[in-house]
Every structure is written in C-alpha cells, then in structure tokens.
C-alpha cells in the first residue's frame, strides 16, 4: 500500500500554519505524520480537529484506559491498521491488558474484560455497528459512567470514525514499514465477529 500524500515537512508549512504544527509536534506520537499530514492540508480544519482531539483524548471524563479502547474498537471495526498502532502502546500504559487487546485485534469479543470495558465494548459496538444504543445499555452506561462521560465516549466514537476515514482514505502505513496490526476483513465478517 502506498501512501497517497507526500509527508508535510515543518519547514514547508507557511508561517502562519507553524503555531498549529507546533502544538502538533508536542502531543503526537508520530510528528506531523499519521492523519496530521492529511489534515495540515486543510490548517483551519486541522485547527479545529486538533482541538476537538486534544479534549478527546486529554481533557475528556472517560477514563484514559476505556477512551483508548474505544478507539482501538474503531480502529478495528475500520480495519485502520495507523490507529492500531498508534494506540495499542498508549492503550497498554493506560491499563488496557493484552489480552482484551488480542481479542479484540482478533476481531473476537475479549473475553476477559473488567465490568467497564464490557460496558464500553457493548456500547461502543452497538454504536458503530448498528447506529443506535439500546434503551437498557444506555441506561446501564448512564447509571455506571454519568451522562457527560456517555455524550464523550458517543463523540470519542464518532471522532475516530472519521479518524480512520482519513487514515484509510490516504493509505497512512506503519512507520518504518512495519507489518500492519490487524487483518483486513470484510465489514460483513467485521459485523458478525464483533457483535456475536
């Protein structure tokens, strides 16, 4: 797979789009690569994005260890192989265990999830796979997590949906040529695995 956009260089960016490649550089794993060389293609989108992820990712209410699993549900539900791996290193500091991470890389529901992350894994597969929460799981996550948290983690959802649109649209790799995380599937086989 080859990429499909050229990777920006800092020193190419006009003067006005540095303060934003800066703010960039201090938080992103992967410099200005990964979907920031997308989005700095369009600077004021790429603000709003940014900071629209800077909260979802820093300063939302869901805990760290549930937000990074639900965006690796996303990546995988996506087959979005930059998301994996930008986040499976973030979600194991966070206290994500290997084993619900293989699952779910697997494309198997984990089975040996803590009480939240199940909570979050219905949730967040209900969400993407079907559109819609069922009243009871609503009600369940409301009850367990709080309204605020709930509205976040639907964001959160949403946010990496486009997230790996972006990612698989430019066919971003794994830095270095690494071999890709997860195996591409179907959205069919997707939707079966994930919601048995």
């Not at 949906?161 to 179907?186: D, K, R, Y």
Request: glycine content about 4%; hydrophobic content about 45%; aromatic content about 8%.
């Amino acid at each position: 797979m080859t990429e499909r956009l050229a990777q920006i260089r800092y020193d190419d960016l006009p003067a006005e789009v540095k303060p934003l490649a800066d703010d960039i550089l201090k938080v992103s794993s992967a410099a200005l690569g990964g979907p920031y060389n997308a989005l700095l293609r369009s600077p004021d989108m790429a603000r709003r994005a940014f900071d629209f992820l800077d909260y979802l990712r820093f300063k939302t209410s869901v805990n760290k260890r549930l937000n990074e699993f639900a965006i690796l549900i996303q990546a995988r539900i996506s087959n979005a192989q930059y998301e994996w791996w930008a986040h499976e290193t973030i979600a194991r500091k966070a206290g994500l265990s290997d084993a619900v991470m293989r699952d779910l890389q697997l494309c198997q529901r984990p089975t040996s999830m803590q009480d939240d992350e199940r909570l979050v894994y219905d949730f967040c597969i209900q969400l993407s796979l079907n559109h819609r929460v069922p009243d009871a799981l609503w009600h369940e996550a409301v009850t367990q997590m709080g309204e605020q948290a709930v509205v976040d983690l639907t964001v959160l959802s949403g946010t990496y949906v486009m997230v790996s649109m972006l990612l698989n649209a430019t066919q971003v790799g794994i830095p270095g040529g690494g071999a890709e995380p997860l195996q591409v599937l179907s959205p069919l086989d997707i939707r079966q695995r994930l919601l048995a």
